[in-house]
């Protein structure tokens, strides 16, 4: 009789205990979608839900890379779908069939310039920010600054964000070779932050004290939520949280 009633137990363990544990979403992308929408959410969609969101923070591409292995439940990226395609398919990341997929916009995200923060230039025309990142103007005071040579930092895993920038602001216009190189968007504010001739771009949550924004027309590009075939349940619920509830924890 002891013996049964501890199986049964055991058994009742097995089961509630696997649905005590909850359900997971494992979501992968670079800074701006990333940073921008899913982390902020993070702990109050968790809290919800009791779904657990497990973040692997990468670059769009290679993300989506992962999404087509099996390995992620969605994908990110700071930029449309084709674009997505377009810049995967440079890194000759080749998606089989790319219909297979759903691209779910959860958002825009608006890319900013910044500059060191003692740089006299408050202001830049689109004009100005397609010379300087192709290098057709190379010293700050060809745009209003100081007489000196203008330093380039270029986040080099974030292809999504350079990707929309130069399609958006530099009309496809290939980026100047010599550039300060610079990984996630935490080390290119440093970068900026230590360079008086500096400029660069990124996120909003790129954004603090220690940089300076420049004052630019709008360069904006959508947020999409990328998933093999229709979002499955638990991710809709994400993506429903992100676009309802959610948006009080997102910054704009």
Known sequence: MKRGMIYLALVASMVFGSTAMGEEIKAGGGGAPMDGYLKPVQEAFEKSTGITLNLNFSSATLAFKQLAAGELD??????????????????????????????????????????????????????????????????????????????IVLSSINPATNAAFKKLAMGD???????????????????????????????VTMLDATIKTVKTPDVARPVIVITKGAPSPKVQKLISFIKGEGQKYIKQ
């Open 173 to 203: 216009a290939p980026f100047v070779t010599d550039v300060v190189d610079a990984g996630r968007f935490e080390d290119v504010r440093e970068k900026v932050a230590a360079n008086p001739e500096a400029i660069a771009f990124g996120p």
């Open 74 to 151: 969605l994908s990110t990226a700071g930029l449309a779908y084709a674009d997505l395609l377009k810049t995967a398919k440079k890194e000759n990341i080749e998606v089989a069939d790319p219909s297979a997929y759903v691209a779910t916009e959860i958002g825009a995200s608006k890319i900013y310039t910044v500059t060191h923060k003692d740089n006299p230039v408050t202001a830049l025309s689109m004009e100005q920010l397609k010379g300087i990142f192709t290098g057709k103007i190379t010293n700050w005071k060809e745009v209003g600054g100081n007489d000196a040579p203008i330093l």
